[in-house]
């Protein structure tokens, strides 16, 4: 059965707390067929020393009969663009438990970088829920990141769903496409994948571990640590990067090589075997019957699928910045 458009009447009912808080309807924004009210925009101060303020937009959306979706949108002067959304059958209770949330929460604001986080107010089953007068904690739905000449975009996708990883794609934010290496976020640690090429930019993966919450403030963290990594690397040089992170690009180079030395150990193991059998070489031989095992197990545990590959070996660059045609020997940073 089709759920019939908003009249007038509906619209006055529903907005009544909205009303009393100050928000005036938006009709030329708000679609009553899908039932959906858009309230007029307003700015909010994020940073409490001042600056820009950012534009906050609320649409409640009322598909289903006696459940709302409440949705405040936050765009900053440089296109950060950050949610928060609450789902319930009391739509004045929605709007006092967005409102509870202060703007500055989505935002962090560091040397090169910004990072916008959009939240999800509804706990999942099983989810810890806050205790009698606390807040509600939220749980991390997707972000953005802006440095000079990238954007990051991290995506949970069934954040319900316990140890599932978070999606990630990296985009050129305005002129050329830079020329990134394939480790530039697998040099971060275990957890982060390498990145792969399309169209738009470049996709990777990040571990994310355990149940909804404890993946919330992991996601939360990582995307520091990536902020700050990322606006340090493009205000540097590539020879720079390279010799910065030099252990943790051979690192990377063991990681990716770990599913074809697995392969070759199985080989070299079915050689030896007729050569172990002797009583006397049991230890021996059970020890390398499940190396094999050992390292496929750990090959499966990579934040990608594995590929029968021989890594390329990072080599130092010559290209003194990261687009063609920077000037060699270019260092940003100083």
């Known amino acids: 059965m089709t759920t019939p458009a908003l009249t007038h009447h509906d619209i006055v009912r529903l907005v009544e707390p909205f009303a009393r808080a100050g928000r005036a309807v938006d009709l030329a924004a708000s679609d009553r067929a899908a039932r959906r009210i858009v ?14 303020a950012w534009h906050e937009t609320l649409a409640l959306d009322c598909s289903r009969q006696g459940f709302f979706v409440l949705q405040r949108t936050l765009v900053g002067p440089g296109g950060a663009c950050a949610t928060l959304q609450a789902s319930g059958t009391d739509a004045g209770d929605l709007l006092a438990h967005i409102d509870a949330v202060p703007a500055a ?58 140890s599932v990883a978070a999606d990630i794609a990296l985009t050129p934010a305005t002129g050329p496409r830079p020329d990134l290496p394939e480790d530039l976020l697998a040099v971060l640690g275990w957890d982060w994948a390498r990145l792969i090429p399309n169209k738009e930019g470049w996709s990777s993966k990040l571990r994310l571990r355990g149940p909804v919450l404890r993946r919330s403030r992991t996601a939360e963290a990582a995307l520091e640590q990536v902020a700050a990594h990322l606006a340090r690397v493009m205000a540097e040089s590539p020879e720079r990067f390279h010799d910065r992170h030099r252990l943790a690009r051979w690192s990377v180079v063991a990681r990716r090589g770990i599913p074809s030395l697995t392969m070759v150990l199985m080989v070299v193991g079915a050689l030896l075997l007729p050569s172990l059998t002797d009583p006397s070489n049991a230890g021996l031989w059970m020890a390398l019957h499940y190396v094999p095992i050992g390292l496929l197990a750990v090959a499966f545990s990579l934040q990608e699928l594995p590929q029968l590959e021989i890594p390329p070996w990072p080599r130092r660059p010559r290209a003194g910045g990261w687009t063609a045609g920077a000037e060699p020997g270019t260092d940003r940073a100083g």
Not at 39 to 52: A, C, L, N, S
Not at 141 to 150: N, Y
């Open 105 to 162: 929460t989505h935002f962090s604001v560091g040397a090169g970088y910004i990072i916008a986080r959009s939240y999800d107010a509804d706990l999942p089953r099983g989810a810890r829920p806050a205790p009698p007068g606390g807040v509600s904690p939220l749980v991390l739905s997707r972000a953005q990141v802006q440095v000079e000449g990238l954007e990051l975009a991290l995506f949970i996708r069934l954040p319900h769903l316990r």
């Open 39 to 52: 309230f007029k925009p307003r700015d909010v101060q994020v940073d409490p020393r001042g600056g820009p």
